[in-house]
């Protein structure tokens, strides 16, 4: 990416889109508020924090809290590109380019936090990950993740989410917001708790032809599904205890009330044991 000369505009670009995507694509103002207030019980200290990916959010809240923090991201271009929307540069915040999976570090951290990372990577690596998470924690060191499972209750039918959607326009303003996770419940492959955001574009315009969505609802999704290609993953509830109780205790489990399918978005809270 870095030889192209449209490289500049690549980044300014990505980081416009990333912008304009609301709850749950990027953490709400709730969701960062508890990452905070975890955050804040240690302040007594010089405190070291991991951020998995490049979340210019957290980014944000660790520049406030003045921490020496490190991002890791395997992909650079990104955490260059979403450097922009940072309200200011942090100076004490480093980059090391690298798989969460994999990475070795000497340096142990207070706090590890990340948004959504769990999604990136098949269910069968989760013990793996959670072990090297471990490995970069200080003793008693929190991990801190917004972890995106499967939330039965919202398997109903789109028709009825869209006539709530529709009742409650003042209350939820973005379509996506809405109906998001309602559409990984209806369409998730259970075979392997995965949704193709490729093949959710593809029903969410079936849906459009069916008239289930009319032409304003489908033209603003269409800003946020048309062309994507990533594949997430939605473990049950149960499996992220199950890989993780060898490493951490879960201390909380916390919700954000800003919006109603965050439901589906809770911010686990794991000691180091």
């Not at 690298?98 to 000497?106: H, P, V």
């Not at 990533?230 to 199950?242: C, S, T, V």
């Amino acid at each position: 990416m870095g030889s192209n000369p449209n490289y500049k505009n690549w980044h300014l670009q990505h980081a416009k889109v990333w912008r304009n995507m609301p709850s749950p694509a990027r953490p709400s103002i709730g969701e960062i508020g508890i990452f905070s207030k975890y955050i804040n019980t240690r302040r007594n200290k010089p405190i070291r924090i991991l951020i998995l990916g490049s979340t210019p959010e957290f980014r944000d809240m660790c520049c406030s809290f003045q921490f020496e923090t490190t991002c890791i991201d395997i992909n650079q271009d990104i955490y260059e590109a979403l450097t922009l929307l940072q309200t200011k540069p942090n100076p004490k915040e480093r980059f090391i380019h690298a798989n969460w999976l994999t990475f070795k570090s000497r340096q142990k951290y207070d706090f590890i936090i990340g948004d959504a990372v769990t999604a990136m990577f098949k269910l069968s690596l989760y013990t793996k990950f959670f072990n090297n998470m471990s490995s970069h924690l200080k003793q008693n060191g929190l991990l801190i993740l917004r972890v995106p499972y499967q939330y039965h209750r919202f398997k109903i039918p789109i028709q009825n989410v869209m006539k709530d959607f529709r009742r409650n326009k003042t209350k939820t303003k973005h379509i996506y917001t809405a109906t998001f996770n309602y559409l990984v419940m209806n369409y998730l492959n259970t075979r392997n708790s995965s949704i193709s955001l490729k093949n959710l574009w593809l029903e969410i315009r079936k849906l459009y032809n069916e008239e289930v969505l009319n032409e304003n609802e489908y033209q603003e999704l269409v800003k946020y599904y048309k062309n994507l290609t990533l594949i997430l993953y939605y473990p049950e509830e149960k499996y992220i205890g199950e890989t993780s109780k060898h490493y951490y205790n879960i201390l909380a489990k916390e919700f954000s009330l800003d919006y109603e399918s965050s439901l589906a978005n809770p911010i686990f809270v794991f000691e180091k044991i």
